[in-house]
């Protein structure tokens, strides 16, 4: 696949991408898909009968197939609907990545240009540990995307019967280290892990165990959950 993201970048996504995909299931499922309306004076969203307190991240341009990050554009500097992208970009300084300190960020060396804009967003969901992301389609070439920064919005906890999917689901996005993926998972959740060659067992908040088996080339070779059982040392 071509792309412009560094390799620090993808590496920082892939820690966020089990959790980050699990949490948005929950947060659509709390805001399904409807009208919606926005403030940003007062960083306030409305859709499908529910309003949230957000922050605005960024916008893609479709027809320049480029982002903007909110606290770069000229509309939006210095004001509260800024900040979940000032603490983005404040991350992207202390760790040095420049997709999140650069002020315009070019996609179009991407296959999908759109599809890195969602990458952008989501991986910034993981950094700031939000609830999940919003896209809007604000004008004909703009999307905007927005942050829930409210506590009304469930947080996912794990899951004995969904796991499986989630950790595969998680180690597809990127393709790269399964075990970054179940580390960044296990880390997220603050799970009582243990780690052997080829292995990482977790303790889950029920009571049981998830054991996930890597094979020589890291790629997730199963996922077996014991509901119930003790959680590992």
Request: charged share 20%; aromatic share 8%; hydrophobic share 40%.
């Amino acid at each position: 696949m071509t792309t412009t993201f560094s390799e620090p970048f993808l590496r920082l996504t892939e820690a966020h991408s089990a959790w980050g995909a699990e949490q948005l299931e929950t947060f659509n499922a709390f805001l399904p898909m409807g009208e919606w309306s926005a403030d940003l004076g007062q960083c306030l969203y409305r859709q499908s009968g529910r309003e949230l307190r957000i922050s605005l991240l960024g916008t893609f341009d479709t027809d320049e197939r480029s982002w903007l990050w909110a606290w770069a554009n000229p509309g939006f500097q210095g004001t509260p609907v800024v900040r979940a992208a000032e603490e983005v970009r404040q991350y992207g300084e202390a760790h040095g990545l420049r997709e999140f300190t650069e002020e315009l960020i070019h996609l179009a060396g991407h296959d999908d240009p759109r599809l890195a804009a969602e990458n952008l967003a989501f991986t910034a969901m993981g950094v700031l540990g939000a609830a999940g992301y919003i896209g809007v389609q604000a004008n004909p070439s703009a999307r905007a995307y927005l942050v829930p920064d409210d506590p009304q919005v469930p947080r996912a906890e794990p899951d004995a019967i969904t796991l499986p999917r989630v950790l595969l689901t998680g180690a597809g996005l990127i393709g790269g280290s399964a075990r970054h993926v179940v580390d960044g998972y296990v880390a997220h959740h603050a799970l009582p892990r243990r780690e052997a060659p080829g292995r990482i067992s977790a303790g889950l908040p029920d009571g049981g165990t998830v054991d996930v088996l890597f094979d020589d080339l890291d790629r997730i070779a199963s996922v077996r959950v014991n509901t119930g059982g003790p959680a590992p040392a």
